[in-house]
């Protein structure tokens, strides 16, 4: 059984404004404060490179670029005991401004014990996460 959430908002910033954000992992916990405590990436952002991130209250995590389409979108996978926990984060033009949208998804034969780990803690810093990044990249414009 899988499970996987995901959250959207509107931004009036371009994908070039809201781009830099992603890119800059070290900084990443300034829009995702529910969700990343520190981050780092071990070489470009570039599918296929190596980092690690920690969420509060769990431990550290590696995480792999899988896909990485400058200025509208990346993905990251982190394999867990029995699962993998994968994140999207897409950039899409929308009127004057963006849509960014976050998703999160477990799967794997122990996606049901993981989702419960951590199923509010994703849904709480993913929703916060999208918003608060929302605001800071039009704050750029």
Do not use: C, N
């Not at 070039?16 to 780092?40: I, L, N």
């Not at 849904?123 to 605001?135: I, N, Q, T, Y």
């Amino acid at each position: 059984m899988a499970w996987q959430f995901e959250h959207s908002a509107l931004s009036s910033a371009r994908r070039e404004d809201v781009w830099p954000h992603y890119t800059d992992v070290e900084k990443w916990s300034a829009w995702s404060q529910k969700g990343v405590e520190w981050s780092r990436i071990d070489g470009p952002f570039v599918a296929g490179t190596e980092g690690k991130s920690k969420p509060p209250g769990f431990p550290a995590a590696r995480f792999r670029l899988t896909a990485v389409e400058p200025e509208r979108m990346f993905a990251s996978e982190a394999k867990l005991p029995g699962a993998r926990l994968t994140f999207e984060h897409i950039i899409e033009s929308v009127g004057a401004g963006v849509q960014i949208t976050h998703r999160a998804r477990v799967d794997g034969p122990m996606a049901w014990l993981w989702t419960a780990l951590i199923r509010r803690s994703t849904e709480r810093g993913l929703s916060d996460g999208v918003e608060r990044l929302a605001k800071m990249s039009a704050a750029t414009r």
